[in-house]
């Protein structure tokens, strides 16, 4: 083995199953044909690869986006080089058979000696507005010519889109496009793209299939709105993981997930959740300290 400063890398020669170890820090990642093995001075950790690469596409795609992990283990690793060596296992540990954004019913195997490389799938940002999506200049609505085809569970939903009018001169400013249409093809579950930005208020919808990930810690209110099919959502304490509740949301149901919770979520079947959220920067300071509560709304 070589130590090399470059992204972490361990090894340079790949292991007997074809694939690469890395370092951060005191952590090392090594991957065999079905498990993912982490290791740090005073523990380990042993998962089904299939899993870490989900959750590691997440955390890439997102940038760290309001996740929390537990260690017990603390070393401070500056953000930029964390994202580099996350993003060098995942090229290196998926296979081209796999891709982590996709359902398990719409991808092949993740497991078994180095095969290929996925490249394309795994370096998928989230998409991000900056005013909504279909206005000049920011995220195109998705089409066929695009290369975005109707998901196989999102037949029935209507494609047409909104006529509008605007007074001349206004063009580029007034707009209106289909939710459902733009959702029912989106090519990725569990990752919220940004359709609409007011002020700190950012409309996330996302399609959902099979098991969120990513055990999400929350650090603040979201809120959600069950736009079609269903979902249950496993509640839990995000301190000590103690069983908060189990919230089975159906088409049209609005809930407000509290900011000191950690929720996983289940979807049997590819449904569409609207996630809404306060970007405020201000926020975790002010929950934190208690000048905030931690849920929404005082009734
Ligand atoms: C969340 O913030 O809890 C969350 C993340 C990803 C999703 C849905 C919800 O796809
Ligand atoms: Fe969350």
């Not at 991808?107 to 000696?113: K, Q, R, V």
Request: proline share 6%.
């Amino acid at each position: 083995m070589t130590a090399t400063a470059e992204h972490g890398v361990v090894s340079t020669e790949p292991n007997e199953e074809g694939y690469r170890e890395f370092s951060l820090g005191e952590f090392r990642f090594r991957r065999d044909e079905y498990f993912v093995y982490i290791t740090w001075p005073t523990g380990h950790h042993i998962m089904s690869v299939d899993a870490f690469l989900r959750a590691l596409q997440r955390d890439i795609a997102w940038d760290f986006f309001y996740g929390t992990v537990n260690f017990d283990h603390s070393e401070n690793i500056q953000t930029p080089r964390i994202r580099e060596t996350f993003k060098s296992i995942l090229d290196d540990w998926t296979n081209e058979t796999f891709d982590p954004f996709a359902s398990p019913h719409e991808t092949g195997s993740a497991f078994g000696i180095k095969n290929g490389d996925n490249h394309g799938a795994v370096t998928r940002q989230r998409v991000q507005a900056g005013r909504m999506v279909g206005l000049p200049g920011d995220a195109p609505l998705r089409s066929d010519e695009a290369g975005y085809l109707v998901n196989r569970m999102f037949a029935d939903v209507p494609q047409d889109e909104p006529e509008v009018y605007a007074e001349p001169g206004f063009e580029d400013q007034v707009s209106a496009f289909s939710l459902f249409a733009y959702l029912s093809r989106s090519d990725v579950t569990w990752n919220p793209s940004v359709a609409s930005v007011c002020k700190e208020s950012l409309f996330c919808p996302t399609t959902e299939e099979y098991i969120l990930p990513i055990i999400h810690g929350n650090d603040r209110v979201e809120w959600f709105i069950q736009l079609t099919d269903q979902i249950t959502w496993e509640v839990e304490d995000r301190e000590t993981g103690a069983v908060r509740a189990r919230v089975v949301m159906k088409a049209g149901d609005v809930s407000a997930m509290p900011a000191d919770i950690r929720h996983q979520g289940y979807s049997p079947k590819r449904s569409m959740l609207l996630v809404w959220e306060n970007a405020s920067a201000d926020l975790p300071d002010l929950i934190a300290s208690g000048k905030t509560p931690t849920y929404p709304i005082d009734f």
